[in-house]
């Protein structure tokens, strides 16, 4: 879907829709506004519910002032009017009060971003505002002051956060992976101390291989392909709606027969992804005008050395990615299916991935199927697409119980006895 060519009150629509369902807002809270080239400002209205928001609900605010449409704009249409009068590259605003930053909110801290490359990569640097009454001259100001100094995320405090950038899938992009980072970093306190990569670390995150690979044009598609294809899409669109991927974080790949491999796109939304977006490899090059992940190579290297692998996911599940950025131990011998489909996970250093990449996929066996790569992505293969899911599913439910553990009690592992038992009925030896 070509988001920028939807009319600027369906854009609102769609994000605010997006946010609403995730339950990162509610029915009152938040707002979000577009500049349009000639001057109005696109604008979601204010004490109208936002699960049921529709095109005609929002609001247009002409450079005179006047009001166009059934409602009246948002109580928050000055501050957004100030960050457009005071930043010229800046022509979408969003505010919303998500649960996770909203706890950032209240105690008055920035959450860390440095707890994965994606977060540092894509939020930037991020500022905290004083707080002011909601809708006032003050909280505008104080909010535009910052946009001033050049942050395009402002934390409020005990309010929310307000996301400028040129675009508003932007704005989205950022606001789901900053919401992310405060959940993560929730979630990974309870098992220890942070443990977050070096800024002088983040160029090896940054390596654009993917880009510079030739291109091939595809002539026929087989009938294998052509399923590969609908049943990654359907995947990673519910992988999107079950929290494992961000809008354009995760990445999922299927071997094929003749050895060729699907691909996620680089920068494609996952909430909408089709099969004709989905990249095919093959001999060391992409399909044509067509851009890869960045993990394109990691997922090549894969394959080529571990024929019984068909499948290659990595993701950013946030109770497992708690494991990627503290040095707690990751034991899945909570229940017979976690270790069954777990087995022996391990983790990996964050710029192994990046300069050891050889030794990272050798450690891939039947007993290690899944790799903790650490402030990065949790890899998970499989002999098919739908067993590289699973695992992947079942590791996140597997950590998300294991966090869940440390509130109530001491957690007991399933004994070495009882693990050789279900290695005999499993035939796991």
Same mark, same amino acid.
């Given at each position: 879907?070509?988001?920028?060519?939807?009319?600027?009150?369906?854009?609102?629509?769609?994000?605010?829709?997006?946010?609403?369902?995730?339950?990162?807002?509610?029915?009152?809270?938040?707002?979000? +506004?577009?500049?349009?080239?000639?001057?109005?400002?696109?604008?979601?209205?204010?004490?109208?519910?936002?699960?049921?928001?529709?095109?005609?609900?929002?609001?247009?605010?002409?450079?005179?002032?006047?009001?166009?449409?059934?409602?009246?704009?948002?109580?928050?249409?000055?501050?957004? /009017?100030?960050?457009?009068?005071?930043?010229?590259?800046?022509? /979408?605003?969003?505010? /919303?009060?998500?649960?996770?930053?909203?706890?950032? +909110?209240?105690?008055?801290?920035?959450?860390?971003?440095?707890?994965?490359?994606?977060?540092?990569?894509?939020?930037?640097?991020?500022?905290?505002?004083?707080?002011?009454?909601?809708?006032?001259?003050?909280?505008?100001?104080?909010?535009?002051?910052?946009?001033?100094?050049?942050?395009?995320?402002?934390?409020?405090?005990?309010?929310?956060?307000?996301?400028?950038?040129?675009?508003?899938?932007?704005?989205?992009?950022?606001?789901?992976?900053?919401?992310?980072?405060?959940?993560?970093?929730?979630?990974?306190?309870?098992?220890?101390?942070?443990?977050?990569?070096?800024?002088?670390?983040?160029?090896? /995150?940054?390596?654009?291989?993917?880009?510079?690979?030739?291109?091939?044009?595809?002539?026929?598609?087989?009938?294998?392909?052509?399923?590969?294809?609908?049943?990654?899409?359907?995947?990673?669109?519910?992988?999107?709606?079950?929290?494992?991927?961000? +809008?354009?974080?995760?990445?999922?790949?299927?071997?094929?027969?003749?050895?060729?491999?699907?691909?996620?796109?680089?920068?494609?939304?996952?909430?909408?992804?089709?099969? +004709?977006?989905?990249?095919?490899?093959?001999?060391?090059?992409?399909?044509?005008?067509?851009?890869?992940?960045?993990?394109?190579?990691?997922?090549?290297?894969?394959?080529?050395?571990?024929?019984?692998?068909?499948?290659?996911?990595?993701?950013?599940?946030?109770?497992?990615?708690?494991?990627?950025?503290?040095?707690?131990?990751?034991?899945?011998?909570?229940?017979?299916?976690?270790?069954?489909?777990?087995?022996?996970?391990?983790?990996?250093?964050?710029?192994?991935?990046?300069?050891?990449?050889?030794?990272?996929?050798?450690?891939?066996?039947?007993?290690?199927?899944?790799?903790?790569?650490?402030?990065?992505?949790?890899?998970?293969?499989?002999?098919?697409?739908?067993?590289?899911?699973?695992?992947?599913?079942?590791?996140?439910?597997?950590?998300?119980?294991?966090?869940?553990?440390?509130?109530?009690?001491?957690?007991?592992?399933?004994?070495?006895?009882?693990?050789?038992?279900?290695?005999?009925?499993?035939?796991?030896?």
């Amino acid at each position: 879907m070509k988001f920028n060519l939807l009319h600027p009150a369906d854009q609102i629509v769609a994000i605010m829709s997006r946010i609403y369902d995730s339950g990162l807002t509610t029915t009152s809270g938040g707002n979000l +506004s577009i500049l349009d080239d000639n001057g109005d400002i696109w604008i979601s209205p204010g004490g109208i519910d936002k699960g049921t928001l529709t095109r005609s609900d929002i609001c247009c605010v002409k450079p005179d002032g006047k009001i166009v449409g059934p409602h009246k704009p948002s109580v928050e249409l000055p501050f957004h /009017a100030s960050i457009y009068k005071k930043r010229s590259d800046i022509r /979408a605003v969003l505010h /919303a009060h998500p649960p996770k930053l909203v706890a950032f +909110s209240v105690i008055r801290r920035l959450p860390e971003l440095n707890l994965t490359s994606n977060s540092r990569r894509t939020c930037g640097s991020i500022a905290i505002a004083p707080y002011a009454l909601p809708g006032s001259a003050e909280l505008g100001e104080k909010i535009a002051a910052e946009f001033v100094k050049g942050y395009n995320i402002v934390v409020l405090e005990n309010h929310g956060l307000v996301i400028g950038s040129d675009n508003l899938f932007d704005c989205f992009m950022k606001f789901e992976t900053l919401e992310a980072t405060a959940k993560l970093q929730i979630n990974a306190s309870k098992l220890g101390a942070l443990k977050m990569f070096e800024d002088s670390e983040l160029n090896l /995150a940054s390596i654009r291989d993917h880009m510079t690979m030739d291109d091939f044009i595809v002539g026929r598609h087989s009938s294998e392909e052509c399923a590969a294809r609908r049943d990654m899409a359907t995947l990673i669109k519910r992988s999107y709606r079950q929290g494992l991927f961000g +809008s354009t974080r995760g990445t999922y790949s299927v071997r094929l027969s003749d050895g060729s491999f699907l691909i996620t796109p680089f920068g494609v939304d996952r909430a909408y992804m089709t099969e +004709s977006d989905l990249v095919l490899i093959k001999n060391g090059m992409k399909e044509y005008g067509k851009i890869p992940s960045r993990s394109v190579r990691l997922h090549k290297l894969i394959y080529e050395k571990h024929p019984n692998i068909h499948s290659v996911l990595g993701a950013e599940p946030p109770h497992a990615m708690a494991f990627a950025v503290t040095d707690a131990v990751f034991d899945p011998r909570t229940i017979p299916e976690s270790y069954i489909l777990l087995r022996n996970i391990q983790k990996v250093s964050f710029s192994s991935v990046f300069v050891d990449i050889e030794n990272v996929v050798d450690m891939f066996s039947e007993r290690t199927p899944v790799l903790i790569c650490e402030n990065n992505q949790i890899l998970a293969t499989g002999s098919s697409l739908l067993d590289a899911f699973d695992r992947l599913e079942v590791c996140e439910a597997t950590a998300h119980s294991i966090i869940a553990a440390r509130d109530i009690g001491e957690m007991v592992h399933i004994s070495d006895e009882e693990i050789k038992e279900i290695d005999d009925a499993f035939n796991l030896n």
